[in-house]
């Protein structure tokens, strides 16, 4: 890809369209009382997903871009895991009923550090006021720096079933430059005690474009990773917006890899990861071709939600804590980003909803073509919004953008079929775009 293109698209500030609209559209109008009366019209038949989010860590990551509280002590945590009971339990006398779950999602921050018998207290806590199916997907995020073997005993009986671990990058040089030393050794060691308990699904973070990178750091951080034989791997491009984090003012810029050495990493981790025997699926991860990600994907099941690529196809996420996004029918909600704020909120007995969404049919048109286009690089415009009963001329704000895309050899478009080329896939959030009623239209 020429550097001018690359230069064109990937600068950009364009959201990831893990949602759509994105978060910084929501408002206050939308809050407490209109997601009570969204979860009163939940259909009690159909399954549900949660996500909980634990917003803790031991230390901070220097470049990581989510709301966490650092501490040494177990207190803030309990307590916090006690407003997230209560929470759930306002939630619960809102639903007609126990709704059934097929999907759990545990998120932070470093979510096991809430300890083994809080967490094994926390899943029973959820199975009382939920039907959890027994062939939920249970799934955690795990840092390999502070697990433990008990840990590994408690997800195993809890009938944990998916484990995420954050391993960034394996160079010491690129360690110590964002504040997170580990080694290939602790990675692994977490790797088998979860495999001993029976968690044999595992998905392994990586990122790009961190200072101090180079291609063969990256290519050698993934061989490491692939001797672990992860089920997928995320491969994320490093975001630097010191403006809005301020952890991330400890990272120094001029050891940042330019734009073109940043899509020469991703690359060449792409190609390693590919010969390895794993599968593109969509913008940035890779899965083994019998992981449910890849069997979404063969067969068009594959989903994009706040938490990025998935196979679940509950259309209802109820998230819990500090900063969570949840999804029903109507539209979306999030919870107060500050622990604080959030805490405050549930203590005084209230939910903590402090802004939304509610989607329109031209919302869910153009979400439906996003969607698409993440997953499949490529959409069918035409007939989405046939399906939506919509008219494609409601879409003509598109047209210019799309125009420069083909003529810049990004997209093909016939019939009202838009189909991103290949090698092209690093840009896709710019051909999404296109369909995005709120983006600036100024930027390429």
Known sequence: MQTSTLTKYREARLPWYTIYPTVPEFSGAIGAEAYKEWLRNLPTDDPVSLYLHVPFCRSQCWYCGFPTTVTRQNTPILNYLAMLREEIR?????????????????????????????????????????????????AVEIDPRTFTAEMAEALGAAGV????????????????????????????????????????????????GLPHQTVQSCVETAR?????????????????????????????????????ARAEQDAAVAVTLIAAGYREIGLDHFALPDDELALAQKTGRLRRNSLGYSADTCKTLIGFGASAIGRVGEGYVQNEVTRGAYMQHIAAGRLATSRGWRLTGDDRVRAAIIERLMCDLEANVQEICVAHGSDPVRLRDSTERLATLAKDGIVD?????????????????????AFDAFVDRAAP
């Open 90 to 138: 306002f939630v619960c006398e809102q639903a007609p009923q126990a709704l059934p779950v097929s999907d759990v999602h545990f998120g932070g921050g470093t979510p096991m550090l809430i300890g083994p018998g809080e967490f094994l207290a926390l899943m029973e806590f959820l199975r009382r006021h939920f039907a959890l199916k027994k062939t939920a997907t249970i």
């Open 161 to 208: 079933t998916r484990a995420s671990l954050g391993v960034q990058s394996f160079d010491p040089t690129v360690q110590k430059a964002i504040n997170r030393v580990q080694s290939v050794e602790e990675t692994a060691a977490a790797v088998e005690m979860l495999r001993r308990h029976g968690i044999n699904r595992i998905n392994f973070d990586l990122v790009f």
């Open 224 to 260: 490491a990773a692939l001797a672990m034989r992860p089920d997928r791997l995320a491969v994320f491009g490093y975001a630097h917006i010191p403006a809005l984090i301020k952890n991330q003012r400890r990272i120094e810029e001029p050891f940042l890899p330019d734009c073109t």
């Open 413 to 433: 478009i016939e019939s009202g079929f838009i189909r991103v080329r290949r090698e092209h896939r690093f840009v896709i959030r710019a051909v999404a775009a």
